[in-house]
Antibody, heavy 117, light 107 residues
Framework: EVQLVESGGGLVKPGGSLRLSCAGSGFTFSSFSMNWVRQAPGKGLEWVSSISPNSDYIYYADSLKGRFTISRDNAQNSLFLQMNSLRAEDTGVYYC??????????WGQGTLVTVSS | DIQVTQSPPSVSASVGDRVTITCRASQGIGSALGWYQQKPGEAPKRLIY???SLQSGVPSRFSGSGSGTEFTLTISSLQPEDFATYYC?????????FGQGTRLEIK
């Protein structure tokens, strides 16, 4: 059974940093592109970032302006999102999803990030 | 960047009704569009991929159509468990873009 489990969310002050993790199991992690999608409270879905199986190709939403960095460790079956210079508008649930080019068949349950003083 | 406009923002319908949701892309994307269902407190669930292919396990009352710039998701006969929010996602090029969402409510 494919499972994606996010962790690392929490409360952080504006300007602070947070590192999210997503642990994959039940599939060959190194064979799939992985992604982050977020959802602000009461709002719609927003694609954040994607990384190819070997980290050769990485994409980010324009709105992030270089503050976020996606990475992965295939040996540990893990996906990461390093978030710096956090703002109130970064508050929301962050989901990891498996698949390439928006073909997201499997999603994690999400981890909540709250940016507030 | 490709913009996606989803309509309507909300729709009120009854069990047994037929409902159609539309997404329009700002430029042609072929068949590179998927549809997702999200219920409160849950992760999104893929319903349709490649514009018209039904995800395994999804009831056949869900169908997708369209290509180029205009796409539709149709639910042929609403069931109680279908009341949720629906999103389209253009998959043609980065940055990927979701539609604004359509909230399907019980009349």
């Amino acid at each position: 059974e494919v499972q994606l489990v996010e962790s690392g969310g929490g409360l952080v002050k504006p300007g602070g940093s947070l590192r999210l993790s997503c642990a994959g199991s039940g599939f060959t992690f190194s064979s799939f592109s992985m992604n982050w999608v977020r959802q602000a409270p009461g709002k719609g879905l927003e694609w954040v970032s994607s990384i190819s199986p070997n980290s050769d190709y990485i994409y980010y939403a324009d709105s992030l302006k270089g503050r976020f960095t996606i990475s992965r460790d295939n040996a540990q079956n893990s996906l990461f999102l390093q978030m710096n210079s956090l703002r109130a508008e970064d508050t929301g649930v962050y989901y990891c999803a498996r698949g390439s080019y928006g073909d997201y068949e499997y999603w994690g349950q999400g981890t909540l990030v709250t940016v507030s003083s | 960047d490709i913009q996606v406009t989803q309509s309507p923002p909300s729709v009120s319908a009854s069990v047994g009704d037929r409902v159609t949701i539309t997404c329009r892309a700002s430029q042609g994307i072929g068949s590179a569009l998927g549809w997702y269902q999200q219920k409160p407190g849950e992760a999104p669930k893929r319903l349709i991929y490649a514009a018209s292919s039904l995800q395994s396990g999804v009831p056949s009352r869900f169908s997708g159509s369209g290509s180029g710039t205009e796409f539709t998701l149709t639910i042929s006969s609403l069931q109680p468990e279908d009341f949720a929010t629906y999103y389209c996602l253009q998959q043609n090029s980065y940055p990927l873009t979701f539609g604004q969402g359509t909230r399907l409510e019980i009349k």
